[in-house]
DNA sequence: CACCCGATTATCT
DNA sequence: GATAATCGGGTGT
């Protein structure tokens, strides 16, 4: 058991509504991973939501092929691809019934616990650097392509989502996705207003 | 099969 | 601001 009785884990039908439904609500939401023997506790600040072959820039655009078949598969479960041949991006499958495919990006991360580790995995870096861009938060978390396909609605898996009580309620920003050169206008990135963890502008 | 480029980041200048 | 690092999919030959 990682967590404590007051978090509760989101169960899956928390996942099989419409993704960006579920990219809003994920903000606030806690990660716990147990990957590698350490044990990490990160607070979820910025998403994107990615859509079925309707939405151009989301992987799915092409249909179902090896590298992407996890946004194919069951809601809840984690979406971890391979960014720019460097990096592992964790993504969270989440669609509402009838639709094919989705996910969403988790952009940052406000570490919580694990800091000794995630300092370790990320280097000389510091400050917000340490999980503030989705290849950031793959690092911090220990992420492979081992760790596609992982459930993340168990009690027994490495990696779980829960609730935070301890969070207060936060406004959230709703903008145009970053780093994509398709569907360019749709409004699918969410973050926690003023939180400093979110990825800088450059 | 060759070429292009991407849901990125660190490290220069 | 610019660029390298690095690899897998898309596109066209």
Not at 77 to 101: M, P
Request: overall charge positive.
């Amino acid at each position: 058991m990682n967590q404590s009785m007051s978090e509760t884990i989101l169960p899956t039908s928390f996942f099989q509504r419409s993704t960006e439904l579920v990219a809003q609500e994920l903000l606030g939401k806690l990660i716990f991973s147990t990957l590698d023997n350490a044990y990490i506790v990160v607070r979820i600040v910025e998403t994107e939501a990615y859509g079925d072959e309707h939405d151009a820039a989301s992987h799915a655009a092409f249909g179902k092929k090896k590298r992407n078949d996890a946004m194919f598969g069951p809601v809840g479960h984690t979406y971890v691809y391979l960014s720019y041949g460097i990096h592992f991006c964790l993504n969270i499958v989440a669609r509402e019934s009838g639709v094919t495919s989705g996910g969403v990006l988790i952009r940052a991360v406000e570490p919580l616990k694990g800091l000794q580790t995630i300092h370790k995995r990320r280097g000389s870096v510091e400050g917000f650097n340490l999980t503030n861009g989705p290849g950031k938060v793959g690092q911090a978390l220990g992420l492979g392509l081992a760790h596609n396909h992982i459930p993340l609605f168990c009690q027994n898996s490495p990696l779980t989502v829960t609730t935070d009580p301890h969070c207060s309620s936060s406004s959230i920003i709703k903008s145009t996705r970053i780093g994509i050169s398709r569907n360019v206008h749709a409004p699918w990135r969410f973050y926690l207003k003023d939180n400093q963890w979110v990825t800088p502008k450059r």
